[in-house]
């Protein structure tokens, strides 16, 4: 199920969803910017960080482009450019 920010994730999880599911357009939305990228980097992880704390179900990221990510490869990401 999809979720934009930790409210949503918690919600998902406890509704019985196993995975969530966050991209950049939900997020891009959430703090108010267009889907093209305009959202920094520190700032969507700042929400998938929430989400990972909200919740303990796996998260499944698509911001790159269309790529996929996990919530660990993205946070590793973050932290090799010093993002984090």
């Known amino acids: 199920m999809e979720a934009h920010n930790g409210l949503f994730a918690r919600i998902d999880e406890e509704t019985g969803f196993q995975e ?3 991209s950049g357009l939900s997020i891009s939305a959430a ?3 267009r889907d093209n ?5 520190t700032r969507v992880l700042e929400v ?4 990972a704390d909200a ?3 796996p998260i499944l ?3 790159i482009r269309g790529q ?15 993002l984090l």
């Open 37 to 41: 990228n305009e959202a920094s980097w």
């Open 68 to 82: 996929w990510l996990d919530i660990d490869d993205a946070l590793d990401l973050a932290r090799a450019r010093n």
């Open 20 to 22: 969530i599911w966050a």
């Open 61 to 63: 990221v698509e911001y």
């Open 31 to 33: 703090l108010g910017v």
């Open 48 to 51: 998938l960080e929430f989400m």
């Open 55 to 57: 919740t303990s179900i």
